[in-house]
């Protein structure tokens, strides 16, 4: 038997030339080929779609090398074992993990094995409170190392950018990131190509992202080196109180896009999506090292729900960001946002809410597009941004 690792790591026609020698000798086996191959990799051979320099030509794999017996996939954790993991840790060290900290570390994975053990292994021998084996391991300290991983762009974390930039997962990821309607337009192999990338799960004929690290990844590594030239300061934005100052923050936002977003919009591979992401990275750039931001967003949503959550010192600011993209009349746009943002603070137990709506309109003044206006909604005041 032999076992080729990462073998869709190899590219055009060395990938191509190995195939083809797997079928060739395929009938001399056992006596003078391996008798059974396993093939590891992200990918299923039918998903290869290998670009022959030689040839100049496309070769899909399912069809020219059609010797494939079967393909297993190596899914997530089930909840159980997610749980059984860190009882082995507890039952080798004595150091118990908390009913929150459990529950947080399968909320943010959703049993991804990767995410699973890089947040147990940060958690309990990377950072000093919890190599301490009488200390618990919390839900606060779980958030934390999730932080620290994603900050660090650790090689799995890092590779997502590669991903990202791919037009298959483009396709798909695409109308997540702008939480458009569910699109018949979205070929079946490009959906399934994704998902054995394990970017995105399905949820009774819906896909979403697939966990919620991932839900922050994914924005975070498109405007990485974007959040990196973005010339603004935490300190502009905290209050005397230790507070964030949210609206200076969006209107400070309202002009940075008014002079600045022409050239950035230019620059991103996901074009539709454009405005929602700068607004990311405005605010992410913001909030890093002082607080976070926690994301939702999926297919038919038509929105995107952002939570900043900014410690201080007389507690924790909890504020509530939806971003919109005008595609309807302003009133249907209004309202709608109105009821989800009103809906979205509810269940946050928001502090503040604001509502941002972008108008790509072709034609429209930026006079007419930048304004700031308070509404009441279900006795909650909503304040809201044209962009």
């Given amino acids: 038997m032999l076992l080729l690792d990462e073998v869709d790591a190899l590219m055009g026609d060395t990938l191509i030339s190995l195939l083809r020698q797997l079928r060739g000798g395929y009938d001399t086996r056992p006596a003078h080929f391996p008798q059974s191959i396993v093939l590891c990799g992200v990918r299923d051979l039918q998903d290869y779609r290998i670009h022959s320099a030689r040839e100049k030509t496309v070769i899909t794999g399912g069809s020219a090398f059609n010797i494939k017996a079967e393909s297993l996939r190596l899914g997530n954790f089930a909840r159980q074992e997610v749980e059984t993991l860190l009882a082995q840790h507890t039952q080798e060290t004595g150091q118990l993990f908390t009913a ?50 994603i900050e660090r762009r650790d090689t799995h974390i890092d590779q997502l950018q590669h991903k990202l930039a791919e037009p298959r997962v483009r396709r798909v990821i695409e109308p997540l990131l702008a939480g458009e309607q569910a699109a018949t337009h979205l070929p079946t192999d490009d959906v399934n190509y994704v998902y054995d990338l394990g970017l995105i799960r399905r949820d009774a004929g819906q896909i979403a992202v697939a966990n919620r690290i991932y839900q922050e990844v994914i924005p975070r590594e498109l ?30 936002f309202q002009q940075f896009f008014r002079e600045q977003s022409e050239a950035w919009l230019e620059q991103f591979e996901y074009q539709e999506v454009g ?90 003044s930026w006079e007419k597009r930048i304004y700031r206006r308070d509404e009441i909604y279900q006795q909650r005041l909503i304040t809201v941004w044209g962009v």
């Avoid at 935490?234 to 969006?250: E, F, Q």
């Fill in 100 to 149: 929150p900290a459990r529950e947080l570390v399968w909320d943010l994975t959703s049993g991804q094995p990767w995410l699973v053990n890089a947040l147990a292994y940060e958690v309990t021998f990377k950072m000093p409170e919890g190599r301490v084996r009488t200390a618990a391991i919390t839900a606060e300290m779980i958030e934390q190392a999730k932080e620290q991983i």
């Fill in 223 to 252: 405007t990485f080196s974007t959040q990196l030239m973005i010339d603004a300061q935490p300190a502009w934005y905290v209050l005397p109180d230790g507070r964030l100052d949210l609206s200076k923050l969006l209107a400070a």
């Fill in 275 to 364: 405005p929602q992401l700068l607004m990311q990275a405005f605010l992410q750039r913001i909030v890093n090292g002082g607080g976070r931001v926690e994301r939702e967003y999926g297919l038919g949503r038509r929105r995107i729900d952002l939570l900043v959550i900014w410690p201080h010192p007389g507690g924790v600011q909890r504020s509530v960001i939806e971003l919109k993209l005008l595609r309807q009349s302003p009133g249907q746009t209004l309202t709608n946002g109105l009821a989800q943002t009103w809906a979205y603070a509810d269940t946050c137990a928001a502090d503040e809410a604001h509502l941002v709506i972008f108008d790509r309109r072709p034609g429209r």
